[in-house]
DNA sequence: AATTTTATTTAGATTTATCTAACTTTATTA
DNA sequence: TAATAAAGTTAGATAAATCTAAATAAAATT
C-alpha cells in the first residue's frame, strides 16, 4: 500500500508527464506539490525503492508500469468523485477540485466500484476529462486546443486543462461551459488572444485561457 | 484543524466516555485505538494543551466543549456516510463501518451539508444510532438493551452497541434487524441468555448477544 | 500496613515526511 | 570553452506519531 503523501506524489508524476510525454524534472515536481526539490528528491528515492519509477540521478522520473497503474487509479478516483458531486451533491463545476482531492485517497475498491455503477460507469468528469474505467483503459479522444481552431473553424468545448476556481468561474461567466459550440473568427496576431462566437456573441479572450480550453472539432 | 490521528484518539474518547458516563482511562484508549499505553499518554498531553481533553496524570481524561464538539462533528460525518453507502450504494449494514472510518475524516463542511441535504436530514444511522445535526444535537431516545426486556414485554430493534461484521451477519441470519418487533419469553436464568418470539419463531440467544441489541418498546 | 499487581508515565529511540544550507551536476551563454 | 546560472542532490535537523524498557503511582490483596 502507498501512503497518501505517495499517491500524491504518484498522480502528479502522472499528469506532468502526460504533457511533456517524456520525463518529470524534480523541480517542476516540487513546483506542482509545494515542496522542496531536496524533498522531491527524498521522495523518488523511496518511490524507487518501491519499483514505482524509474529514477535516474540528475535525469528525472518515469512512472514504471505498476506506478502508472497505481497513478490511473487515483485519477479514476478522484474524477468519480468529481461527478458524484456535481451529479448527486449539485456542486457546481469549479467546487469539486479539492474536495477530490481527499475522496480520491480513501481506499475502498468496492466503494468505487459501486460508486461507478451508481453513476452509470461513465466515461468522463465534470470537466471532461476521461474516467479511466476498473483495469485502468480509457479512451482520449482527439482534442485540440481553443487556441489552435483554425478561422471558421467550429468545435464542442469538452475539456479544460487547468481546474482552478477562478478559471472555471470565468468561463461559466463567459458561457465557455462544457458542450458549448464555439466558432473562430480570428486569433489577433498582436497578443495571440481569440477572437470567437460564442452562442451568436462575439467575444475576445486570452492566449493564455484559449490554451486551456480543449475542442473537439465539427 | 486537527490531524487524521488526533480525530480518532477525540473520536475513541467520546464513544468511551459514552458508556461510563466518567473519565476514560490511558488503557482503555490504548485498546480501543490498538496502539500503547505509552502512546496514549503522548497524545493525552497533546490534546490536552490543544484544550480538547482535560487531563490529570493517572486519573484519565474527559472531553472540554470543544473537544466534544470535534468529536461529535466526527460521529455526524461517520454516520451519515455509513447512511449514504446503505441507501445510495447499496451496501449491507455490517460492510459500511470501514470505509465510514476514512470518509469521516475528509474535511469539507460543504460536502457534509450537501450530503446531510442529500438524504433528507435523517435522523438515525442504519444501526439505529442518532445523527447529530450540524450543530451538533441530536435525541436519543429512551432505549432499554434487549436483554433487559421483562417476559411478555414486546419492543422493536432499534440499535445495536457493536458493530462488528460478524455480530451485525448473524443478527441479519436470525432476522433480528432494525425495525423488527420482538417479544421477550423468558431470561434462563443458568447462562442468562433469553428465550423470544421473533416474527412469530421461538429463538434463544445468549446473554451477550442481547446485551448489544437496543430496544423502544412497545 | 506491607506486598504484589495493575495502570500509567517517562526517557530515549524509530519512522515518515519535511526542511535549510551547502554542494554537485548539467545547461546556458558570452 | 570557461564562466555563470539553473537544476538537482546530500547531509544533517525537525515535527508527528509511534515504539520499548524502565520507573512510578494507584489499586488490590494478603
Given amino acids: 500500500m502507498e501512503s497518501y503523501t505517495e499517491e500524491n506524489y504518484l498522480k ?18 516540487a513546483d506542482k506539490i509545494q515542496t522542496r526539490p531536496a524533498s522531491v528528491t527524498d521522495m523518488m528515492k523511496k518511490l524507487a525503492e518501491k519499483q514505482l519509477i524509474n529514477y ?22 478522484h474524477r468519480l468523485w468529481e461527478l458524484f458531486l456535481v451529479k448527486t451533491l449539485h456542486f457546481k463545476w469549479d467546487e469539486v477540485h479539492e474536495i477530490a482531492e481527499e475522496l480520491e485517497h480513501v481506499n475502498s475498491p468496492l466503494l468505487i466500484e ?23 483503459n480509457f479512451d482520449s479522444p482527439a482534442l485540440i486546443k481553443l487556441s489552435k481552431l483554425k478561422p471558421a473553424e467550429k468545435g464542442i468545448v469538452v475539456g479544460v486543462s487547468e481546474h482552478s476556481s477562478s478559471f472555471l468561474k470565468y468561463l461559466d461567466k463567459i458561457k465557455l461551459t462544457l458542450g458549448t459550440t464555439v466558432e473562430m473568427i480570428e486569433v489577433i496576431e498582436f497578443d495571440g488572444s481569440v477572437d470567437l462566437l460564442i452562442e451568436d456573441i462575439r467575444k475576445n479572450i486570452s492566449r493564455e485561457v484559449a490554451s486551456h480550453i480543449l475542442m473537439r472539432t465539427t
Same sequence: chains 1, 2.
Fill in 56 to 77: 535516474i540521478k540528475y535525469q528525472g522520473v518515469t512512472l514504471t508500469e505498476k506506478g502508472k497503474a497505481t497513478a490511473v487509479n487515483i485519477v479514476r478516483k
Fill in 114 to 136: 459501486r460508486l461507478d455503477e451508481y453513476l452509470g460507469y461513465p466515461k468522463s468528469d465534470p470537466h471532461g476529462d476521461p474516467i479511466p474505467d476498473k483495469n485502468g
Fill in 12 to 29: 502528479v508524476i502522472y499528469h506532468l508527464s502526460n504533457l511533456t510525454t517524456g520525463t518529470v524534472q524534480t523541480n517542476a515536481i
